[in-house]
């Protein structure tokens, strides 16, 4: 029987801080007591927490293209992305990973394969310190959208869509001047390029962005993959996401949007660099004023997954929750959105032993250790 011992921590249970014990044998959490032992690996006060379930991140795009132009080696990208996460006390991630794109030339139109190849194949065979899955993110405008997810639908790791629509003029970009603001100086196009391109993209919306939503609808329900709609706008939009049987509404980008959202049963997703940062790189609703009317129910490191845990503390200070009610948004209610909460997203008798121990200065919160399924991987 192989056993570890964690003592002198203060525990996050699900509804309250214990400073005790926490047994692991063979992988799993055997037991929890309020007190402290003289054996085991001591804690010295600091936090232990479970580990961070990640529903949305772009980092693996970032290992594979570090700098515009390059593309570094795929195998070395992804474990990269997966000690990135680790380090981070990710235990469970759902890689988000692009299908289609409004950008002519994008690697997103490309690159989707490689990536969900290398992620299969790394998760087959045991290479990844914390667990993989794949969000499929799908953009509707995208001609062929519908027919390579279609060749996914099956892939047993896959556990959720999103429904994107990033057509300049609405959603993320419903200000066309910071829709300009952002693809001028990400891409270097001049503003006669960028009116021409806002154009053509407004038109291949209308084309095929219903029929494709229609599609992939079906798709879900027909396979139970959970469904998220993206960027939120109007009351509107969100109305047609809970027709579709949408679980998840990422980054609503109003608080109209939100506040629908929430009443209406969804779980509102929003990004931890947003709460780091104090706002929106797009200009859109604050995730710190939603968080503080309570407004959010999932939160993401979306593109930086060191941001997570300074963002559990900044919600704490700012909120005045203890920490095991303010990591719910981390931990527990991600494993629900994704139909994993039955093993792990909280320290209870029987579940995977996926923790992370934290030591809090005051100033950042250090990571001192993540264990994955018993085993320290960070």
Not at 180 to 193: L, N, R, S
Not at 298 to 327: C, H, N, R, W
Request: charged share 20%.
């Amino acid at each position: 029987m192989n056993e570890q011992v964690y003592t002198n921590y203060r525990l996050q249970l699900p509804h309250e801080e214990v400073l005790g014990t926490l047994v692991v044998r063979d992988g799993l959490i055997a037991d929890i007591q309020p007190e402290v032992v003289t054996h085991g690996w001591n804690g010295q006060g600091d936090y232990l927490m479970p580990g961070l379930i990640e529903l949305h991140t772009d980092n693996l795009e970032r290992c594979v293209s570090p700098r515009p132009g390059i593309r570094w080696p795929l195998e070395a990208a992804a474990v990269y992305h997966d000690r990135d996460l680790a380090s981070a006390g990710v235990t469970t991630v759902c890689d988000a990973i692009a299908i289609g794109d409004i950008a002519v030339g994008s690697p997103r139109l490309t690159n989707f394969a490689p990536m969900i190849d290398v992620i299969s194949r790394g998760q087959k065979a045991g290479r990844f310190c914390v667990e993989h899955r794949i969000h499929l993110r799908c953009e509707l405008a995208y001609d062929k959208v519908y027919e390579i997810t279609a060749e996914y639908a099956d892939n047993p790791l896959l556990s959720m869509i999103s429904l994107m629509d990033h057509t300049p003029g609405q959603r993320q970009f419903i200000r066309l001047d910071k829709f300009k603001q952002y693809y001028i100086g990400k891409h270097g196009a001049t503003p006669q390029e960028i009116d021409d391109f806002i154009v053509i993209r407004q038109q291949q919306q209308q084309i095929y962005a219903q029929k494709n939503r229609k599609a992939l609808v079906e798709m879900t329900k027909t396979k139970g993959i959970s469904l998220a709609s993206h960027d939120d706008a109007t009351v509107e939009h969100v109305q047609e996401a809970v027709q579709d049987g949408v679980v998840l509404a990422e980054f609503p980008t109003t608080l109209e949007a939100a506040k629908t959202a929430h009443s209406l049963g969804l779980q509102v997703l929003m990004g931890a660099p947003n709460l780091v940062l104090g706002g929106s790189h797009s200009g859109n609703v604050s995730a710190m004023e939603l968080v503080l009317q309570n407004l959010v129910d999932v939160i993401s490191s979306d593109y930086v997954p060191q941001s997570l845990l300074q963002a559990i503390f900044l919600v704490a200070d700012k909120t005045g929750k203890p920490i095991y009610e303010a990591m719910r948004v981390f931990t527990s209610n991600p494993a629900k959105a994704i139909h994993l909460f039955g093993d792990r997203g909280s320290l209870e008798l029987g579940k995977r032993a996926d923790f992370i121990t934290i030591h809090n200065d005051g100033v950042v919160p250090r990571l001192t250790s993540t264990i994955s399924q018993g085993r320290r991987v960070a």
